[in-house]
């Protein structure tokens, strides 16, 4: 019985360091501790990963900011309002709103979802293997990125416009000769036209 008392002691002193720590987090965002606040662009990872936070392993989402960051970085309190779902990846416009001063073992920085801006499933390697082989045979370069030219090994002819804004990260220069996937929808024109989601380059 003492085993008992004593487990439920433990159980209900943890669920109150839960709590706590949710209030001090609450607390943390009142107005007087608000520094600033902007709203920007995050794009979310298909997967989370292993981390450890302030209580210990844990799993994290990993996020960018659009225009900011150039590699992901593990997010341990999540983002308010965002319901997330493993295998895809997210653009989502959120206020980021910085702290004066952060709560023991929590980031100054929050996130709170304003709109779920873009959600894709996430083309694996496997899938990609699924589209035709294609070679580059020109290149004509653009604003904002180039409109390569492909065949097949029948010899059809492609086409694709690739741009670092529909593209962001799965962005990929491409040269003559380069032999490549491109996952994404292939329209029935000729040429046919590509309006890739994700490049493979395989040789």
């Known amino acids: ?61 990993q996020i960018k900011e659009l225009g900011v960051d150039s590699t992901w970085k593990n997010q341990y309190e999540g983002i308010e309002g965002f ?14 709103i910085t702290l004066k001063e952060a709560p023991q073992d929590a980031s100054s920085i929050f996130y709170k979802l304003i709109e779920v801006l873009k959600k894709e499933k996430l083309i694996t390697n496997e899938e990609l293997a699924k589209f035709p082989m294609l070679e580059v045979t020109e290149i004509v370069n653009g604003k904002d990125g180039f409109t390569a030219t492909l065949k097949d ?41 590509i309006f890739a989601k994700r490049i493979l380059k395989v040789e």
């Open 83 to 96: 319901n997330y779902s493993s295998g895809f990846v997210y653009n989502l416009q959120v206020e980021k």
């Open 153 to 193: 090994n029948k010899g059809a002819s492609y086409t694709c416009t690739i741009s670092i804004p529909n593209l962001e990260d799965n962005y990929e220069e491409l040269k003559v000769g380069d032999k490549v996937r491109i996952a994404g929808e292939y329209a029935e024109s000729y040429p046919v036209q």
């Open 1 to 61: 019985m003492r085993k008992i008392v004593l487990g439920l002691m433990i159980v209900l002193a943890a669920c109150n360091t839960v709590q706590s720590k949710k209030d001090a987090l609450q607390s943390s965002k009142d107005k007087l501790n608000i520094k600033k606040k902007e709203v920007i662009v995050l794009k979310v990872n298909a997967q989370e990963v292993d981390c450890y936070g302030a209580h210990g392993k844990q799993k994290c989402i």
